[in-house]
């Protein structure tokens, strides 16, 4: 079984940065696709960006030139380096894997991030 979980959410001041840390069991699928999310208070959840195994990122809109996705494959590990932060960046932050093979999704508990003034 497939388990991701998120660390390194908390609290930061505008502009400040965080890096957020998605850790996958070491049974992974040989094709796959991980990514970040977030969800803010009474909105829908939204894609942050994405990185495969072979090392191909995406970001949404609001990502690009702050955020930063990388991986490390020996540790399973999946980074979301976000710098410039802003209000609203505070959201619940949930880190997925998708198993491109057999369709399906894993997803973590999630991490909170607040931004404040």
């Known amino acids: 079984q497939v388990q991701v979980a998120e660390s390194g959410g908390g609290l930061a001041q505008i502009g400040e940065s965080l890096r957020l840390t998605c850790a996958a069991s070491?049974?992974?699928?040989?094709?796959?696709?991980m990514g970040w999310h977030r969800q803010a208070p009474g909105k829908q959840r939204e894609l942050v960006a994405t990185?495969?195994?072979?090392?191909?990122?995406n970001y949404a809109d609001f990502a690009k030139g702050r955020f930063t996705i990388s991986r490390d494959g020996a540790k399973n590990q999946v980074y979301l380096q976000m710098n410039s932060l802003k209000p609203e960046d505070t959201a619940d932050y949930f880190c997925?894997?998708?198993?491109?093979?057999?369709?399906?999704?894993?997803w973590g508990q999630g991490t909170r991030v607040t931004v404040s003034s």
């Open positions: 997925s894997l998708h198993d491109i093979q057999k369709r399906q999704d894993y």
């Open positions: 070491e049974t992974i699928p040989n094709m796959w696709v």
């Open positions: 990185i495969s195994r072979g090392g191909n990122t």
